[in-house]
């Protein structure tokens, strides 16, 4: 139904983000595709975490204005995809374990707003 994309891109990190808005029909379609996940109880948590790494980048960007993607948008039962993904665990001497954002590219399917997320964050 509608669609916005922004992007911010400079020499060291790219930062890209769109919602593409459908009607409710759109919901069986992701179900039925293989390319995605229900989000679980399990993998709602990372799922979050990379959209809480992605506000802070989005808080620097050209698009800060326009971000208003919140952590809390991931729910039960939505669809993801997640692709490209450099997520590593940084332990460091005593230091609790720690997820390392460096690149992600993740596609949310909110099933109450019927809306499809994209954010892709590459400081590689």
């Not at 993998?43 to 808080?59: H, V």
């Not at 971000?67 to 590593?88: A, H, Q, R």
Request: aromatic fraction near 16%; charge should be negative; proline fraction near 1%.
């Amino acid at each position: 139904k509608d669609s916005q994309v922004y992007s911010d891109n400079n020499e060291n990190d790219k930062e890209n983000f769109s919602k593409y808005i459908y009607d409710e029909s759109a919901e069986k379609k992701f179900a039925k595709s293989q390319d995605y996940e229900k989000v679980t109880a399990e993998n709602k948590e990372d799922i979050s975490g990379i959209f809480e790494d992605f506000q802070k980048w989005a808080s620097i960007s050209t698009f800060q204005d326009e971000y208003d993607i919140k952590p809390d948008i991931v729910t039960e039962g939505d669809y993801f995809c997640i692709v490209d993904s450099d997520l590593n665990n940084d332990n460091i001497g005593q230091r609790k374990s720690r997820t390392v954002y460096r690149q992600y590219t993740l596609y949310l399917y909110d099933t109450e707003s019927h809306t499809l997320y994209y954010i892709n964050h590459d400081i590689t």
